[in-house]
T-cell receptor, first 109, second 117 residues
Framework: GQNIDQPTEMTATEGAIVQINCTYQTSGFNGLFWYQQHAGEAPTFLSYNVLDGLEEKGRFSSFLSRSKGYSYLLLKELQMKDSASYLCAVMDSNYQLIWGAGTKLIIKP | GAVVSQHPSRVICKSGTSVKIECRSLDFQATTMFWYRQFPKQSLMLMATSNEGSKATYEQGVEKDKFLINHASLTLSTLTVTSAHPEDSSFYIC?????????????FGPGTRLTVL
């Protein structure tokens, strides 16, 4: 079966760095997405990785290792507004997104 | 960027009534739209994939006669929850795939919160 695993909840301090991991097992692979979702709102796109390596976009970076079925989202210089759920999703061979359960990130002052 | 709208944003209805939710891609054509449901503190659950001009493909366990999906144009898909019951109360989110985009990205609507009394 297809499976996406990520931690349920993480806590970090304002100004610090946090890494949210995601491991996956899917039928085929056409890219991995990270989305941010604030409570009561729809997800918003953060990043996309289809090749191995690190993609950096401002305070956010995303890493992918296809051989390990592993990705992480790195958030630097954490701000209170970064408190949200972070969803990892893999696009399978049918171009369908398989979603992880999300990681709730709590930022403390 | 690509924008997807959803209407209504919030609806409260009585048990047994039907509710229609619209999903529109405002600045791009979407041959494929997706309907998700999200219960509190849970992840997105794909309900169905909607392709323009054809019947929707429903995920296992989703009743196609209860959740009617119509994708009549390249910019509009509708989800009708028929004979809604309290257990149908949830956050319904649509997304649209921009085939002209770089990597089949899905753009999400703002969601519709349905409360069935």
């Amino acid at each position: 079966g297809q499976n996406i695993d990520q931690p349920t909840e993480m806590t970090a301090t304002e100004g610090a760095i946090v890494q949210i991991n995601c491991t996956y097992q899917t039928s085929g692979f056409n890219g991995l997405f990270w989305y941010q979702q604030h409570a009561g709102e729809a997800p918003t796109f953060l990043s996309y990785n289809v090749l191995d390596g690190l993609e950096e976009k401002g305070r956010f970076s995303s890493f992918l290792s296809r051989s390990k079925g592993y990705s992480y989202l790195l958030l630097k210089e954490l701000q209170m507004k970064d408190s949200a759920s972070y969803l990892c999703a893999v696009m399978d061979s049918n171009y369908q997104l398989i979603w992880g359960a999300g990681t709730k990130l709590i930022i403390k002052p | 960027g690509a924008v997807v709208s959803q209407h209504p944003s919030r609806v409260i209805c009585k048990s047994g009534t039907s509710v229609k939710i619209e999903c529109r891609s405002l600045d791009f054509q979407a041959t494929t739209m997706f309907w998700y449901r999200q219960f509190p503190k849970q992840s997105l659950m794909l309900m169905a994939t909607s392709n323009e001009g054809s019947k929707a493909t429903y995920e296992q366990g989703v009743e196609k006669d209860k959740f009617l999906i119509n994708h009549a144009s390249l910019t509009l898909s509708t989800l009708t929850v028929t004979s809604a019951h309290p257990e149908d109360s949830s956050f319904y989110i649509c997304s649209a795939r921009n085939i002209a985009g770089d990597y089949n990205e899905q753009f999400f609507g703002p969601g519709t919160r349905l409360t069935v009394l």
